[in-house]
């Protein structure tokens, strides 16, 4: 059982003890600085990384790429810049799981939060493409390639950070908050761009008002940097920090969670394959689709996903802790199933051209989306030891993106512009949905299971196998 995932029992009884932290008044107001800390940077760096992803939609075609031949070969071009990030995330995630399981989850994360703001400031510099020509796109996808390493480290940490400190059986709920953290830095995001959209003309906008939404990411990342130095590791990590400098413990990295928990790694890809491609066609994809295929106006539809991110907010915190009284796997599984159908219904429905509509049916897709995403972390966190926890978490969300919520919009719009039909993008997610469901129904139910024990089968295997 070496190389197996965790053999935890079907489910821990509700009587489990919190061994990992109590429910005295002292440890919530410590889990409530966690969350805050972890939260806090996270909003930042998914503000930014989202930032573009908006931008992506709506401003790079225009301004920092060449002219194309039609009005999808822009954007798709810009969601291939966009790609660039998802590409850099495994790297980061190998680096930053690597120093995060030797170093600490809080050093890590003060870097990461550091490299994404700097990424983004200097991406809202950018001179137009009729002014430095190639440079432009080239620079740009420089950028992004930085603020992918640096996101791909950001979410193993975040998560960490909140499921090693809480307690056993309500890790889903707490964890969920920096999940929570995506929505609310989406949320910026858009609001920022639908201020700058509906306030200026539309020449000023793509002159520079754009250009302000990714500078005002350094006043936030400051702050973010600065709450996250208030913070410590979680005892259960010092402790397995201790045993690897004591030559108690083996090795730490991605190798070694590659060749002890290679089950951990696969399940983690395929539970993260369906969320990951529905999210982005559901908050990208939408935007073309609404925008260039529909023709509705740029600031109906970022009030539409502006809104959608704030019931997407509330629904992940809400789930997080559904995840806790019920189970990960029946929570997950009816997510698979829901978000696979998603897109046989919502692009009809956006069809109707009416913005009500539109938001409903983004608001549902998000919601779909939440029963997968809020438990994640809670999921990942009891796959793997602590001293290769972050690798493992990080390697399995990481590595999925690449195949999945990178080549998502790109391929819908691809679709898109060579049949002009969205019935190749419903099939897209309809298979995928198929594809986490496998995932899900393989994987072991761990709610309620205590992280020390985790690691204490981790010992005694290495143990045994040594």
């Known amino acids: 059982m070496a190389s197996g995932q965790n053999t935890a029992p079907d489910r821990a009884t509700a009587s489990t003890p919190d061994r990992t932290t109590g429910d005295s008044g002292s440890d919530r107001s410590l889990l409530t600085r966690i ?30 790429m060449p002219a194309m031949g039609n009005q999808y070969d822009g954007i798709i071009a810009a969601f291939v810049t966009y790609a660039i990030g998802f590409l850099a995330r495994p790297l980061g995630g190998v680096i930053f799981g690597h120093l995060g399981d030797r170093l600490g989850r809080k050093h890590t994360l003060q870097i990461t939060i550091m490299m994404i703001g700097a990424a983004t400031v200097l ?126 413990a083996q090795g730490v990295g991605v190798t070694e969670v590659v060749r002890r928990y290679p089950r951990g790694v696969l399940t983690g890809m395929g539970l993260r394959f369906a969320e990951n491609i529905m999210y982005y066609l559901v908050v990208s994809f939408s935007i073309v689709y609404l925008g260039t295929g529909l023709g509705m106006d740029t600031a109906s539809i970022l009030g539409v996903i502006a809104i959608a991110h704030a019931f997407h907010f509330v629904v992940i ?61 809670a999921i990942m966190a009891e796959m793997f030891p602590t001293r290769m926890r972050y690798s493992g978490v990080s390697i399995s969300y990481q590595v999925t993106s690449i195949v999945a919520g990178s080549l998502a919009p790109i391929l819908a719009t691809t679709w898109l512009k060579t049949t002009g039909s969205w019935w190749p993008t419903a099939v897209y997610l309809l298979v995928a949905g198929a594809i986490t469901t496998v995932a899900v129904l393989s994987m072991r139910e761990t709610r309620g299971i205590s992280l020390r024990d985790v690691d204490a089968r981790d010992r005694a295997t290495a143990g045994a196998a040594a």
């Open 35 to 64: 969350v805050s800390a972890s939260m806090a940077g996270t909003v930042v760096e998914w503000y930014d990384f989202f930032l573009y992803a908006t931008a992506a939609a709506l401003v790079f075609d225009k301004v920092l």
């Open 123 to 248: 991406m809202g510099c950018l001179p137009s493409y009729a002014s430095i020509g190639l440079a432009a796109p080239a620079l740009l996808v420089l950028l992004r390639f930085v603020q992918g390493i640096a996101l791909g480290g950001e979410w193993g940490g975040a998560v960490l950070l909140v499921a090693e400190h809480a307690p056993d059986r309500t890790r889903a709920g707490w964890a969920a908050w920096p999940q929570a953290a995506v929505p609310v830095g989406n949320l910026l995001a858009t609001a920022v761009l639908w201020v700058m959209s509906t306030t200026l003309s539309d020449a000023a906008f793509l002159s520079w008002g754009w250009r302000v939404a990714f500078w005002l990411s350094a006043v936030v990342v400051l702050v973010g940097y600065w709450i996250r130095t208030t913070i410590t590791d979680a005892p259960i990590f010092e402790e397995a920090k201790a045993e690897l400098e004591e030559g108690k």
């Open 317 to 377: 915190l809400v789930v997080g802790r559904l995840a806790d009284r019920v189970g990960r796997k029946p929570v997950y599984l009816a997510g698979a199933i829901l978000g696979g159908t998603w897109g046989l219904w919502a692009f009809p429905a956006f069809g109707t051209r009416s913005t009500v509509v539109a938001l409903v049916v983004i608001m549902v897709g998000l919601l779909f989306h939440a029963l997968m995403y809020a438990g994640q972390p």
